[in-house]
């Protein structure tokens, strides 16, 4: 995984933390589980920019997915889209009826998605492999190998000069 690579999964996860977080309101009622399902629509069946995405849903199906009453949704929707976690537009046909809602991420979202980004580059960039961990070169090995000769050698000297010094 690359370094602007995001996971689902770690979007769910920080849109669940950031939203309780960020936004009181949003923290003890289903409007991140009308979140959730919107993420869901939003990122994974599209390629492209994380922050340029669009879904298309009515309120019906997304009520249908969570079990939960139409109006209901709505409400909900209504403090997604008033906190700034989603946009969203529904236009007029000519013939009067409601165009079926188009779903974008909004500015709390993008700023979450920026925040994940800088934190999953921050984190590629401080790997346990660094450059310098490598593999020694041949002569590195050799000059290791003597050092530890010499060390042995000198301890071994040293040794037995404290026993002929205590006995």
């Given amino acids: 995984m690359g370094s602007s690579t995001l ?4 979007i769910w996860s920080a849109t669940f933390f950031f939203a309780g977080k960020w936004h009181l309101d949003l ?21 492209g920019s994380l922050f340029h995405r669009h879904a ?27 906190t700034g976690w989603i946009q969203s537009s529904a236009p007029r046909l000519p013939n009067g009826r409601q165009e079926i809602s188009l779903f974008k991420p909004g500015k709390m979202l993008k700023r979450l998605l920026v ?6 580059q921050r984190s590629q960039k401080h790997r346990v492999n660094t450059s310098s961990q490598k593999l020694p070169t041949k002569e590195q090995t050799e000059k290791n190998k003597s050092f530890l000769a010499n060390l042995i050698a000198d301890l071994g000297q ?3 000069l404290k026993k002929e010094r205590t006995g």
Avoid: I
């Fill in 27 to 47: 923290k003890r009622n289903q409007s991140r589980d009308v979140l959730r399902a919107l993420l869901y629509k939003l990122f994974v069946p599209r390629g």
């Fill in 115 to 120: 925040l994940l980004l800088r934190s999953n």
């Fill in 56 to 82: 298309r849903c009515s309120h019906a199906a997304l009520a249908e997915h969570l079990s939960l009453s139409r109006e209901w949704v709505c409400t909900l929707l209504g403090r997604l889209q008033s």
């Fill in 158 to 160: 040293k040794m037995s």
């Fill in 7 to 10: 996971t689902l999964d770690q």
